[in-house]
């Protein structure tokens, strides 16, 4: 292993790896860590890749990359035990060129997108996993250590992108870890299935996917969110709970699936499926003030490191691109000035403020204060929601007037109108 | 399907080290009856051994998730990544 590089980068997910394209573009010598066996082997996501942030940097990749389907469908379900209220979109023109977004697996996305940082130049070496930071004497830092022999690399930026699992960023003093309810465990499975199957159920052309977000008793109460989405030629089937409410549930997350799986409506679309992997990971979801300092002397924080998700609209993999660019370029800036101190590393975070990043995880700052403060969301609406539909689309010999009187009647039992008002007022203002 | 079942389709490639270590066995055992990691770790990684008054940690089987180091309420797990090329390898992801 060479020792000095200009700049090293520990992990090859979508932030790393976008970071390292921009500095291998920019004619810096890169080098990317990766304690994975290839990009990819330890990652998992439900699957939902967005196209613009990717295209920004490899124009049209779709047409070549391994993707598994263009989304033309997505839904949400607001879930009972027995029933589910359905609402979504469908359209065509998600297939056109360009397409809106398209489902992907971690394990042959990365690689792909590994390769293409490769040969613009960039140094990537797997099963190598990063146990520590070099400092200089005056804090600042100037490598890392690799876990191997002679494994110390110097470099005039660090570039942390580790994921979720930030014990770098720990390490390096800026962060001391999730708090219980700053993030989300989700657990996945994928489903194999036949081509014609999937298209038969999901009522699909060839080629195209659909997506499916499960609230309410999806996840028995817990804030979180399950999730349905179609592969080539598998289906990624998953449910993701806050750590807090999962850990004094006593429930296991397994459990947890497996219940969902019963589920009358998601149990016809997988019948007869065979299982052919079983996942997990954290989700940073602590929004806006959950995350850790983004920079200091020598070194950037990019992607889940950094706490950067989107719960609300399940992305990450986009903010994690978008994060590492912008890192990749100041960066560049700074080898070309001579400077990798904060004075030239905090137009990082100044940049991302000005994203959609920084701006969309302010917005949503409270949200999941919000909800776990007001579990009647997740409980009482879908049950009441449902009884409503139940009763508009049972036809029986009630006058239609009647009918509106008793549906009206039957809300007010559960739940004043004024606190619906309210309720809706306040989720207006949390994430509105 | 039990959790056993499906880390059989997982391919693992275990190092003979562990990356898992309870920090103080006495906080298991006194301080946490509930013992909530032996039921949140979607790997069923934890296991109360009675007779011996201790989580036993089958490291061999984690998926990485990270779940256990910030819900264990006691912080009494230390957490590390296994060994470069070491640990679970998804093949889809
Ligand atoms: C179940 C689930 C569903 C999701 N669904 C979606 C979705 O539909 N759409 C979406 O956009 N996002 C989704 N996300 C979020 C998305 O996966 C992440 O936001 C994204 O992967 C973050 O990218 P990253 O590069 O920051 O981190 P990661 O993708 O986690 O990559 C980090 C890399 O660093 C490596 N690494 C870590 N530590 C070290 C070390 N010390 N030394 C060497 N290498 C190291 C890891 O092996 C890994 O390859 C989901 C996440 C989960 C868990
Ligand atoms: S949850 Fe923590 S304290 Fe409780 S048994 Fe597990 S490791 Fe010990
Ligand atoms: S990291 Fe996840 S799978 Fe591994 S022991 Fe901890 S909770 Fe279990």
Redesign the interface.
């Given at each position: 292993m060479a020792e000095r590089f200009d700049v090293v980068i520990v992990g090859a997910g979508p932030a790393g790896l976008s970071a390292g394209l921009v500095l291998a573009r920019g004619g810096a010598n890169v080098l990317i860590l990766e304690r994975g066996e290839y990009p990819g082997s330890k990652n998992v996501m439900g699957g939902v890749l967005y196209r613009h942030q990717l295209d920004e940097l490899l124009p049209g990749f779709w047409r070549e990359a391994p993707i598994e389907r263009t989304i033309v469908e997505q839904n949400y379900w607001l879930m009972t035990p027995d029933s589910a209220v359905t609402f979504g979109y469908r359209t065509p023109r998600w297939a056109d060129d360009p397409p809106n977004n398209f489902t992907v697996l971690r394990a042959k996305f990365d690689p792909w997108f590994a390769k293409k940082v490769e040969e613009a130049g960039a140094t990537l070496i797997t099963r190598t996993t990063v146990v520590d930071l070099i400092h200089d004497d005056r804090g600042r830092v100037v490598g890392v250590v690799a876990g191997r022999p002679e494994g110390e690399v110097y470099a005039d930026v660090v570039i942390l992108a580790e994921g979720v699992n930030n014990l770098l960023t720990q390490k390096a003093g800026l962060h001391d870890d999730w708090k219980m309810n700053e993030a989300a465990l989700a657990v996945k499975e994928v489903i194999e299935l036949p081509r014609e199957k999937i298209e038969d159920r999901f009522g699909l052309e060839p080629g195209q996917g659909a997506t499916v977000e499960m609230l309410g008793d999806a996840t028995a109460g817990m804030l979180g969110m399950g999730f349905l989405y179609t592969n080539k030629e598998s289906v990624s089937f998953g449910v993701g709970v806050l750590v807090k409410h999962l850990v004094y549930s006593g429930m296991n997350p397994n459990q947890l699936l497996e219940r969902l799986k019963q589920h009358p409506k998601v149990r016809k679309l997988i019948e007869g499926g065979k299982v052919i992997e079983y996942s997990a990971k954290l989700i940073p979801e602590g929004g806006y003030k959950a995350i850790p300092r983004l920079f200091k002397d020598g070194l950037m924080v990019v992607g889940d490191a950094a706490g950067l998700t989107n719960a609300i609209h399940r992305e990450g993999s986009n903010l994690a691109m978008t994060s590492g660019r912008i890192a990749g370029e100041v960066a560049l800036e700074a080898l070309a000035e001579g400077d990798s101190s904060s004075r030239v590393l905090c137009r990082y975070q100044q940049r991302l403020e000005e994203t959609y990043v920084l701006k969309d995880l302010k917005k949503y700052n409270h949200a999941n204060e919000f909800f776990d403060e007001n579990p009647q969301f997740l409980r009482d609406y879908p049950e009441l929601l449902s009884r409503v539909m139940r009763e508009f689309f049972t036809v029986d010999s009630t006058p239609k007037w009647d009918k509106q009187a008793k549906i009206i009647r039957m809300v007010r039992q559960q739940r004043p109108l004024w606190r619906i008002a309210y309720d809706l007022y306040s989720m207006w203002r949390a994430i509105g | 399907?039990?959790?056993q079942d499906?880390?059989y389709?997982?391919r693992f490639?275990a190092d003979k080290q562990s990356h898992l270590f309870i920090i103080d066995p006495d906080v298991c055992l006194y301080q946490c009856p509930?013992q909530?990691c032996t039921?949140?770790?979607?790997?069923?990684v934890y296991e109360w051994d009675a007779e011996a008054q201790k989580i036993l940690v089958g490291y061999e089987g984690c998926?990485?998730?990270?779940?256990c180091?910030?819900?264990c309420?006691f912080r009494n797990i230390k957490?590390?990544?296994?060994?470069?090329?070491y640990?679970?390898?998804?093949?889809?992801?």
């Open positions: - | 399907m039990t959790i499906k880390l389709l997982d490639n509930e909530y039921k949140f770790c979607p790997a069923h998926v990485e998730c990270g779940t180091r910030i819900g309420p957490w590390l990544n296994p060994r470069g090329g640990g679970v390898q998804y093949r889809q992801g």
